[in-house]
């Protein structure tokens, strides 16, 4: 009931190893430093590149290599319906993705998919992964050890830090994820915030309808199952779990526990 499987379909998820041989959902998350201090990053370098400084102009991440954007042609459509679109010397560079001026980016461990926009203004700290077509808006803070699947957006002024987005989810507005799991089409209203520390400090436990499961964890946000959502200025409290398809009324404070497939939360 509270395994993975229960909260997502992991079928096209391209980094579903991390959840391989757990027993709760959460456990995706215990698992989650580990997995991306061992995966293979390419070269994550530029002239123009220093940690704690804003990008004096923009670069292409193209073919495992960042290069300059000076002659190229940049179309700033919807990067998650493919639309971001590189042009140099008329012809498209297939799976280009941009980082605009203004971006600051932190260590050298950051992967990315074809198709991605970083937008002015975000910073990113490694490790971070994005996957394909993924797009993050301006002001964004990944804090590091972010890990989003294929066509994600982590949005304007919205914080994450040691969390996993699973495909086509989205914090698109003035959210706070830490220490949390969105599913697949996972959708948070603007202004959601998942609290992730105990008052108390100790470890977060998990409510069910049977018993009380110590999760190991003493920072726990949230969890939403696939095609959950949440309303505007909605908030949960540590260690709460959505199940596929339910839903979080805006203004809404979510009780800590587990929360079945298609509840209505208000």
Avoid at 235 to 254: C, E, F, Q
């Amino acid at each position: 009931m509270l395994d993975a499987a229960s909260f997502f379909d992991l079928s096209h998820f391209p980094d579903n190893k991390i959840f391989d041989g757990t027993s709760y959902v959460w456990d995706g998350l215990k698992n989650l430093k580990a997995y991306m201090k061992t995966t293979n990053y390419p070269s994550f370098a530029h002239k123009h590149l220093r940690d704690g400084t804003p990008l004096p102009c923009p670069l292409i991440w193209h073919e495992n290599h960042l290069q300059d954007a000076d002659d190229c042609q940049i179309t700033y459509g919807d990067a998650t319906k493919g639309k971001l679109e590189v042009r140099r010397n008329g012809e498209t560079l297939q799976g280009a993705s941009v980082i605009m001026a203004g971006v600051v980016i932190n260590g050298n461990k950051i992967l990315l998919g074809q198709g991605v926009l970083i937008e002015a203004g975000a910073l990113i700290k490694g490790p971070t992964i994005l996957g394909d077509r993924c797009e993050v808006r301006q002001g964004a803070y990944l804090r590091g050890y972010c890990l989003a699947g294929q066509r994600c957006v982590i949005g304007h002024t919205t914080e994450v830090k040691h969390s996993i987005f699973l495909n086509d989810a989205k914090a698109g507005h003035f959210a706070y994820l830490g220490d949390s799991i969105l599913g697949n089409n996972a959708n948070l209203g603007a202004g959601t915030k998942f609290a992730n520390l105990k008052f108390l400090g100790d470890n977060v436990r998990i409510r069910t309808s049977q018993e009380l499961i110590d999760s190991g964890l003493r920072k726990f946000g949230a969890i939403l199952g696939d095609g959950a959502q949440t309303g505007c200025n909605s908030v949960t409290n540590p260690g709460t779990l959505i199940g596929k398809g339910g839903i979080l009324m805006p203004n809404t404070t979510a009780p800590s526990g587990h929360h079945p497939d298609k509840t209505l939360i208000r």
